[in-house]
């Protein structure tokens, strides 16, 4: 198997362990960052690093529109082409073709939209779903689903359950006949992906984020089945009888009730398999995601952190800050004093503020890498938690 | 002297040396790249420091708007608000008073215009300008003078001229008598201005960028007289004759031709003194920051590296590039396969071409890392030919 996970500590549905990816180890559970278009915006990779992110999460529907996947796949694919060398999630296109296209067009065949940049006609089939993740690169891929809109009937939301059901079916195998053709380099060393010694590319060609041959990308499937804990139960059993290295929990945070969500959430758990890893697709607060961890998820993602930032609202050991706020004007301390970030190592809430109220650019870099940090700690004490076997107060730093 | 010129090699009309400041010292020549309210666009200060950046400047006509020099000198002053301990430049709000506001009223008092952000009237004198800038706390500041229009008639240049000179004598005056209200946090031991270890601020008050005891600002001149070299020599022979640490050529970069900006240049340099800094105001590219930098200037500041950057125009050892144009979308090689900054070691063209096409933040940071690196190495190149007697190529890195 291409990824799996080491399971080192449980404590009550929790577990702490690791990710092994043909891009290295992650910790889990971890919070994933999300890098729509091979960039977490503003921040660069050296960064990234810096603050100890060790796997990103792509979108599939932003790289097939641009710069297609043609192009990333002649670099060699997204490791190489954003230059980064540690593990890499893309989505499958689903959800977007889902929240972005008013006009599309389900078929048993696939999805027909038009690009929200420019309006062309596009398509995405489980197929070229699986096509475009295996040229893009990522270390786990995920099947192309149809994310069920809420609130949907109980014959919509079956209907819609067995559509994702067959087209899981047809992304395994267009998968399984097609994986070699990863464009990734392949190294002979046992392990070519060094995170200490950084690689410098300077000529064509040659390659950055090498994997030891023989290595894949994982599939990963995705239970839908609406807000019905039944149906959700079925599709979850008949996901896993197709058979994945992992699964995701999909088809939440679509407007339904935060109470439901973790209603679902917590019911679907129970049905998958424990030695497999498991994913909660866009999922959430900080306390959000510290009380999923430790109800049993291994992986989650979210814009919230980055886009919140980009708006001037910042996590802190405290709460939720509004930095534009004229209160912060003329204070002197720490955005937040108990973060060791250096964002609040070095600059205070009224330089932030001056730089969010001026419209500068630094304000939505520097309130990204302390709102990644401020999530990336939240889940390292999660972990420590569970390692510990102690409770942590959730979402605290 | 607060602040002075220690010339240490010198070939032709060229000079190489240390300009000495409260806030550290600066190599010399130096370019100076341009925060306008207290923040390279995107860049955050740790990478400044990282480029090797010695010097900033910053705009006081933008800093009086806003934040306001209020809460700067209330936080400390412009180092500490900003968090950065080497030294900074504040021009005098002149030029900006000049190019931003079609609608100011000059008299002899001083300068009546209208906030470019939101039409609120505002008042700008020589005595308001050395009150916002020792409230602002840069190491050098400079006088307010009238930037003459382009063109100006013979009268017309020297009205303004002799307008510049009377203003120069009243700012001289107000900052003799108010240079100890500078907010600068002292210090007991001779630099407590440490650049290895960064001091790390966490509750309020606590100084950041401490100064010895005893250290002041310096106020520059400001050289006018139009584009007639007569003038330009009566104007600085009488702000010679008023006094001051370093002289600033300005006026120019004001819609003249490039040819008559360099004769214009190379004649005022003639009649300043050798021992005090000379400082070109807002030029230029590459090739003209090296040649003004051989014909003798010691300071020079421009928008151009970081503005064209966010514009995806790059500076390049084989001259510039247009990240956006198709021809790179494909380009695995480094933007400049000469340049060894962290961006050309780490992306590819293609990986460029894409973040900026994609309209991501990102492409603005990016490149603008690359710009100041390459101008701080234009300019490290320049002097080491100066101390080494030998003629660098003009632009090359």
Redesign the interface.
């Known amino acids: 198997m291409s990824v799996c996970l080491q399971i080192e500590a449980t404590r009550g549905p929790a577990r702490a362990g690791r990710l092994i990816t043909p891009h290295g180890e992650v910790e889990t559970p971890v919070f994933m960052p999300v890098g729509t278009?091979?960039?977490?915006?503003?921040?660069?990779?050296?960064v990234l690093e810096e603050l100890g992110v060790e796997i990103l999460l792509s979108n599939t529907y932003h790289l097939f529109l641009?710069?297609g996947v043609e192009?990333v796949r002649?670099?060699g694919g997204l490791h190489q082409?954003?230059?980064w060398d540690r593990a890499i999630l893309t989505d499958s296109g689903g959800f977007q073709v889902f929240s972005l296209n008013e006009l599309r067009k389900v078929s048993e065949e696939g999805v027909a939209f038009r690009s929200h940049l420019d309006g062309s006609a596009r398509f995405l089939s489980p197929e070229k779903a699986m096509e475009v993740q295996i040229g893009l690169g990522a270390d786990i891929i995920m099947a192309f689903d149809e994310c069920t809109e809420y609130p949907a009937d109980a014959a919509r939301a079956r209907a819609s359950m067995e559509l994702t059901l067959r087209w899981a079916e047809r992304c395994k195998r267009y998968f399984e006949e097609h994986k070699a053709e990863v464009p990734w380099k392949s190294s002979r060393q046992p392990s070519a992906v060094s995170r200490q010694g950084?690689q410098?590319?300077?000529?064509?060609?040659q390659p950055r984020a090498a994997v030891p041959t023989g290595k894949n990308q994982a599939l990963f499937g995705i239970v839908q089945g609406g807000m019905d804990p039944e149906l959700r139960r079925e599709s979850a059993l008949r996901t896993i009888e197709i058979g994945f290295p992992g699964y995701a929990i999909g088809g939440l945070s679509v407007g339904e009730p935060r109470e439901l969500t973790r209603d679902v959430v917590l019911s679907t758990l129970e049905h998958l398999p424990s030695d497999r890893p498991r994913y909660l697709m866009g999922v959430g607060t900080p306390e959000e995601i510290a009380f999923y961890a430790q109800s049993g998820v291994d992986m989650m993602d979210c814009v919230l952190p980055t886009r919140a930032a980009r708006h001037g609202l910042l996590f802190t050991s405290e709460g939720k800050i509004s930095i534009k706020q004229a209160r912060y004007?003329?204070d002197?301390?720490?955005l937040d004093?108990a973060c060791d970030c250096?964002v609040c190592?070095?600059?205070?809430r009224?330089?932030l503020r001056?730089?969010y109220?001026?419209n500068?650019?630094?304000a939505?870099?520097?309130n990204t890498v302390h709102n990644l940090h401020f999530y990336l700690v939240t889940m390292r004490t999660v972990r420590a938690g569970i390692r510990a076997g102690l409770a942590p107060a959730s979402g605290a730093s």
């Open positions: 278009l091979g960039s977490v915006k503003g921040i660069s990779q050296d641009r710069p192009t002649k670099m082409f954003m230059s950084k410098v590319l300077r000529s064509a060609g004007a003329k002197e301390s720490a004093p250096h190592r070095r600059y205070s009224a330089y001056h730089l109220a001026a500068e650019l630094l939505q870099v520097l």
